[in-house]
């Protein structure tokens, strides 16, 4: 029997292009086959998400505890975000105790925020076949989840990209950081509640299916009874195979799992602490900024890391210098005078007249929206009460500001911010003329500024040039 002639080009030609899609196919982001990592599988990914419950849901917490600490509500100058809405949660009027307050909330957020970066990269990763799924949505169910998932990836994305540039300093972002991150937060917080209330019982399932123990003990692509949770041609397994309760029954548990894992190069064990690894180095790196002294060199991650700035009473750190806001020392200089208006009368006062005035001292931190802080610095001036009083000025309803402050600054936000009547009544806050027993640096405020118990530190106004107390 003779063989048959080989095809022909034409043939071989014709057959290629037949068969490319469905081998296109196979070869896609969206064929099971194409995702191969034994390390991926709904355990893993409920692990992370357990993280993320908690980490997430302090961010937001903290994030809208410094959107209070603006007094948004006070007035419009305070208010970043004027079209919010609904959202501007506005939790309670912002108090002066503990004075720590913000740096302690603040601090807390930036930090965490940072130190969440790979387990949030690292649940991005665990989930992307289903970023490429290209089924439709199958019910109501699974079209919402799909929905949030979008948003989720989105705007978590967005919100940690923007956070850290506003702690590096770097606005390349357009617009306003605050607006941005704003309605960031909450596009996102709002598609992780709802993707959170979808997972949350499967996530339940499988961690008490599998627990934690036994999952960081088997094997990379391997379920927590050492099966291989699939089948011989990936339909499910035993591992797949869980109930409500962790008994055998129907279910998808382990729906993120390669149908045709490769080889492994890491245990599930190794990819966590991998993961956590990569967290504690951020955490290490980023929460020396809320410190002084040598834990401050270790905030290589942060804006403030490393040197403190000069020496002396004024060695703490800054975010805006003088120069960077265009206040010279001709603006400074022996011209300079503090107006002080109220209902009573006007005043313009000279630094000699204010430094005679009776003197008090406070302690008191710094804390910025970047995250990083000082421990209390002794400042000492005139009480804002006092100069209240001169001003004829005896106080207004809560919901009301008591002072606008103004600066002499030429550029950037917050050249003028107003402050509630139990900021001012509290006899802590100052305008500061000296700090840790000398005269105000340039960069400190020089020749006057406000300081206030656990308020931001751009409402603690350098370079006053005005105070404007009562109705604005």
């Known amino acids: ?102 740096r302690l909330t603040q601090g807390l957020h930036v930090t965490v925020g940072i130190t969440l970066i790979p387990v949030l990269l690292a649940k991005l990763w665990s989930v992307l076949p289903k970023l490429f799924a290209l089924a439709p949505a199958r019910s109501l169910g699974h079209a919402l989840e799909r929905l949030s998932l979008l ?11 923007t956070g850290v540039l506003n702690v590096q300093l770097e606005y390349v972002f357009p617009g306003s950081f605050y607006p941005l991150h704003f309605y960031g937060a909450w596009v996102f917080f709002a598609a992780f509640v709802a993707h959170a209330a979808l997972k949350l019982p499967q996530t339940v399932r499988v961690l008490r299916a599998g627990g934690l123990r036994e999952g960081l003990r088997s094997s990379a692509g391997r379920g927590p009874d050492g099966g291989s949770g699939r089948g011989a041609a990936g339909e499910a397994g035993p591992a797949d195979e869980v109930g409500p309760a962790g008994e055998a029954g129907p279910a998808d548990a382990d729906s993120l799992a390669a149908p045709r894992p490769a080889e492994p190069t890491v245990s599930r064990r190794g990819a966590l602490g991998l993961v956590g690894g990569g967290s504690l180095l951020l955490f290490a790196t980023t929460a020396g900024q809320s410190f002084d002294g040598w834990p401050r060199a270790t905030a290589l991650f ?29 603006r400074t200089g022996e011209s300079w005078r503090l107006v002080v208006a109220g209902p009573g009368r006007t005043l313009r006062l000279t630094r000699a007249d204010l430094l005679g005035l009776a003197q008090h001292t406070a302690d008191l931190p710094i804390a910025c929206v970047e995250g990083w802080s000082t421990s209390d610095q002794a400042w000492s001036g005139v009480r804002l009460r006092d100069l209240a009083e001169l001003a004829g000025y005896d106080g207004t309803a809560a919901d009301a500001p008591a002072v606008l402050v103004e600066s002499l600054q030429l550029r950037g936000s917050f050249r003028k911010a107003a402050l509630r009547d139990n900021q001012v009544r509290d006899p802590r806050s100052l305008l500061a003329l000296r700090v840790n027993g000398a005269d105000l640096t340039p960069d400190h405020g020089y020749p006057a500024r406000v300081i206030v118990p656990a308020a931001p530190g751009v409402l603690n106004t350098k370079w006053v040039s005005r105070l404007t107390f009562g109705e604005l």
């Open 302 to 330: 942060a804006p403030h890391g490393g040197a403190e700035p000069g020496r002396g009473p004024g060695a703490f750190q800054v975010n805006k210098t003088a120069r960077s806001v265009g206040v010279g020392p001709d």
């Open 151 to 161: 948003l989720l990836v989105g705007g978590g994305l967005f919100v940690f990209a």
């Open 1 to 102: 029997m003779r063989d048959a002639p080989p095809p022909s080009r034409r043939t071989r030609l014709r057959t290629l292009v037949h068969e490319a899609p469905e081998r296109l196919k196979e070869h896609a982001p969206s064929a099971p086959g194409f995702w191969r990592s034994p390390v991926r599988g709904t355990w893993f990914t409920a692990v992370l998400g357990t993280v993320l419950l908690f980490g997430v849901t302090l961010l937001f917490v903290t994030g809208l505890l410094s959107y209070a600490a603006y007094n948004p509500g006070l007035a419009p100058v305070n208010d970043k975000t004027p079209d919010k809405g609904l959202l501007g949660l506005y939790l309670f009027a912002w108090p002066t105790d503990p004075h720590w307050l913000y």
